[in-house]
């Protein structure tokens, strides 16, 4: 018979086993909410978005040193927006219920302005800085809305489109929500309008297809121009600077890049072929940045054979706002991952400096987040990567008062039982080799796990007291 030592040294030795498992479950990085923090750095922090769900289209603004996120929980097609402090400090957030959340913006009394799709409608509400709902208005069902903007006397204007009649339209809004005007724009069918812009005497522009219109305040229109490329972006920078950028279709699926410059009367003084005779639609392969300057991401063809592009590069052009050419930088060395047309992949930002941050994704074999940082010459400052073990996705960037950069991206999570996550994560001044916060999500087998564990350790110790017992009876006999 074996000695009652040997079971209490093999039950210990169970428990042992079974407490170290469980120490490392609840100890293991995909089971933590710690905020990744470099402690040499205190400026550098990273945290998860909540509700820890999975979010798509997230959105990120700046107002006062504050930064407003907007997303959409995938799983319950519920809209959220939250505010955040330069500390990742979430000061409040709220959801809408059953809504999706297609942009916001601030006016000149902080007040948010938010359009969002609710059962089947547009509605375009305004909140104050406490969160009170001042107002909401339905728009039109048959709407398809494209873009939309607050002007300098706190005025809302909407574009888009009408689904009944194909016909395009602008509206405004005065402060108040109430409606002060509605063009429709009947003479230019299937004219889809992608940007509004609004110069310092609040008049609108619009571009799309081949148009571009201005209008005063009141709502009668300046001029229109009918337009030899495809607008599909502008930025006005003076009454006499309009930059509008746009292609051109070739044969055999090609296409031209453009920027074109018109005046105050809608005439245009210069414009500039970017690159000839692509071999990919602009939508996928080219971006363009209205900042201080004009930046423009491109891949440029340099080695052709007839009409197939054998060699292509990612380059990095600036223009200044008159369309001069600044220069060109080669992104070919530094890990640019290809695009697809619904997914942006690169951002840039300009500090007080002049810098310029381009963050972006990488094909490297993590599939990180690429940080580069060139001057106002083009020259290199630095280059270096962030992100973790899976795919890490760049949303949105912006740069503070103090030119700190933070960074809205999408990381990719795998779990103990090897089931892939993505979480939306809000980054401040990035790290080289910096790493994602750990994410915590306990699922029903982590349940099934720690309850067998604890059931098992109760049985144990009850089992132990037991054995004790008994040999302490046992000595007490034999003593007697």
Request: one cysteine or more; glycine letters at 4%; a negative charge.
């Amino acid at each position: 018979m074996k000695s009652p030592k040997r079971y209490i040294l093999v039950i210990i030795s169970l428990l042992l086993l079974s407490n170290f498992n469980l120490k490392q479950l609840i100890l293991s990085p995909n089971y933590s909410d710690r905020i990744d923090i470099d402690l040499e750095n205190e400026d550098s922090w990273s945290v998860l978005i909540q509700p820890n769900e999975f979010t798509d289209f997230p959105i990120l603004k700046t107002l006062n040193d504050s930064f407003y996120i907007g997303y959409r929980i995938y799983s319950s097609d519920i809209a959220y927006i939250a505010k955040y402090d330069g500390s990742g400090t979430c000061l409040w957030q709220d959801p809408l219920t059953d809504g999706v959340l297609i942009d916001f913006d601030f006016d000149s009394k902080s007040n948010l302005c938010m359009i969002a799709w609710f059962d089947s409608n547009y509605i375009l509400l305004k909140f104050n800085i406490l969160r009170e709902l001042l107002w909401f208005k339905m728009l039109d069902s048959n709407y398809d809305i494209h873009s939309f903007k607050v002007d300098l006397n706190d005025s809302i204007y909407i574009s888009g489109t009408n689904y009944t009649n194909q016909k395009a339209f602008l509206l405004k809004f005065n402060h108040s929500g109430n409606l002060v005007w509605n063009k429709k724009l009947d003479a230019y069918n299937k004219t889809y309008f992608v940007k509004i812009e609004i110069d310092s005497n609040n008049c609108v522009y619009l571009c799309g297809s081949h148009y571009l219109f201005k209008y005063n305040s009141s709502g009668s229109m300046i001029w229109y121009k009918e337009l030899d490329i495809n607008a599909n972006s502008l930025k006005v920078y003076s009454d006499e600077n309009i930059i509008v950028s746009g292609y051109t279709e070739l044969p055999d699926y090609n296409y031209d890049l453009w920027l074109l410059k018109l005046n105050s009367s809608g005439n245009i003084t210069y414009q500039s072929n970017i690159v000839n005779n692509t071999d990919y639609r602009p939508v996928q392969n080219f971006q363009i940045f209205f900042l201080d300057n004009i930046y423009i991401y491109t891949d440029i063809p340099l080695i052709r054979e007839g009409n197939y592009i054998i060699y292509s590069e990612p380059f990095l052009l600036k223009f200044d706002p008159n369309l001069s050419f600044c220069w060109n930088f080669s992104l070919a060395d530094y890990n640019v991952r290809p695009s697809y047309a619904t997914t942006l992949y690169l951002d840039i930002g300009i500090t007080s400096q002049q810098d310029i941050a381009i963050i972006y994704n990488t094909y490297r074999t993590s599939t990180d987040i690429g940080i580069l940082r060139l001057n106002s010459s083009g020259q290199v400052i630095t280059n270096y990567f962030w992100g973790g073990s899976y795919y890490d996705n760049i949303n949105a960037i912006a740069i503070d008062s103090q030119d700190n950069l933070y960074m809205l991206c999408r990381c990719g999570y795998v779990n103990i039982w090897n089931n892939h996550e993505d979480r939306t994560v809000f980054v401040k001044n990035p790290k080289p080799n910096g790493i994602p916060p750990p994410y915590q999500q306990i699922d029903y087998r982590d349940i099934y796990i720690f309850s067998f564990l604890g059931i098992t350790s109760i049985v144990s110790i009850i089992i132990i007291i037991s054995i004790l017992k008994r040999v302490s009876k046992s000595r007490n006999s034999e003593g007697q």
